[in-house]
């Protein structure tokens, strides 16, 4: 019996945020080869952006996903969750000079500009009848509530 893959398809431009006691964000173009995963883009903090290669793999349901600095003096680790177009996880990272970090990411595949998540559409408000609740608020049985 063969069983489907049921790992999503990531290929295509995602923007991710990083945090622990610094914030980073990320903007890869990914690729997919079965549960291979790898691609390119950059990393900005603290107003300087290292661009990186990233690769990877699939893992049961969890992604595996490192980032390299062009420069050799960053490398992080993802391991997160990919669900409908977003994920989110934990990494971990260390840098030439010795300093580690650990934190959070989370981020969403990117559509056309737009990310992959889902943007609620700017509606007109709704109108709400108050009679009804005019009706039930100054009824008899309520003001018996509060004396």
């Known amino acids: 019996m063969v ?3 049921l790992k999503p ?3 295509g431009d995602w923007r991710l ?3 622990d006691n610094v914030s980073r964000y990320a903007n890869l173009t990914l690729y997919q080869a079965d549960d291979n995963i790898f691609g390119y883009g950059n ?3 603290d107003n300087a952006t290292r661009q990186v290669t990233a690769g990877g793999s699939f893992e049961l349901d969890l992604m595996e996903l490192f980032f ?3 420069e050799e003096d960053l490398i992080l680790r993802l391991v997160s969750v990919v669900d409908e ?3 989110s996880g ?3 990272g260390y840098a030439k000079e010795g300093e580690e970090m650990s934190g ?5 595949m990117c559509v056309r500009g737009d990310t992959k998540a889902g943007i609620w559409p700017k509606s007109e408000p709704t109108p709400i009848e108050w009679s009804w609740f005019e009706r039930l608020w100054f009824s008899p049985w309520h003001w018996d509530l509060f004396t």
């Open 85 to 87: 177009g977003c994920l």
């Open 43 to 45: 990393l900005t903090s």
């Open 68 to 70: 390299v600095s062009q």
């Open 90 to 92: 934990d990494y971990r």
């Open 3 to 5: 069983t489907a893959s």
């Open 9 to 11: 398809n990531i290929t």
């Open 17 to 19: 945020i990083l945090k």
């Open 104 to 108: 959070e990411v989370s981020g969403c």
